[in-house]
């Protein structure tokens, strides 16, 4: 059973300066990342340890802890895979499609995943989804990294709105990181997560 591991980026801690600095991915991959990556580790050797000893009063807290390592990681390494220093635009074909039949236009759409990221309380994301009950696509605010989610449903374009997403360049006015993030967004990876997830 292996252990979690941080990914490496795609691209240079440079590549990305239309939307953030380099000391700031360097920051955020590297330390940030790699601290949920440590914590997912270290708390599922916690929970190898208590079923093997049979004590189980702190198995509630370990579960919330590993929810929230876990969903760290996994947020973080599609928000690496979402970005692109190509990026920008907007998407097209069967994803283009989808987004106008949810949400009426890229536009509307744009303005709604931007306004809920924005608009996040305190730590958390704005994403994208595709819920597949409904089969549609939906956007999603969610609380720290796994706060305020449809069961079920599967990211495919995440925007980071913890402040050490962009406090050192951006300070407090968060709107002009998430603006800035739209120039950077890599289309072919999220159209490559929407296929997978609307055919699953």
Do not use: C
Request: no cysteine; charged share 20%; net charge negative.
């Amino acid at each position: 059973m292996g252990a979690y591991t941080l990914p490496d980026l795609p691209y240079d801690y440079s590549a990305l300066e239309r939307a953030m600095s380099a000391e700031i991915l360097e920051l955020h991959h590297s330390k940030h990342h790699q601290a949920y990556v440590n914590g997912a580790n270290l708390t599922l050797e916690q929970l190898a340890e208590a079923r093997d000893k049979e004590q189980f009063g702190s198995l509630v807290g370990l579960q919330k802890t590993l929810a929230f390592n876990l969903s760290g990681h996994v947020l973080h390494s599609l928000f690496w895979q979402n970005l692109s220093p190509e990026g920008g635009d907007r998407p097209d074909g069967a994803l283009s499609d989808a987004i106008t039949e949810h949400f009426g236009s890229f536009e509307a759409f744009k303005q709604q995943l931007t306004t809920a990221t924005v608009g996040v309380q305190g730590s958390g994301w704005g994403i994208l989804s595709w819920e597949p009950l409904g089969q549609r696509l939906i956007v999603e605010q969610v609380y720290d990294h796994h706060g305020n989610v449809g069961q079920g449903t599967v990211p495919l374009l995440a925007f980071d709105a913890w402040e050490h997403a962009y406090y050192l360049q951006y300070k407090n006015v968060r709107p002009d990181y998430v603006t800035r993030l739209w120039d950077v967004v890599n289309w072919q990876d999220v159209t490559t997560r929407f296929t997978a997830a609307t055919s699953a």
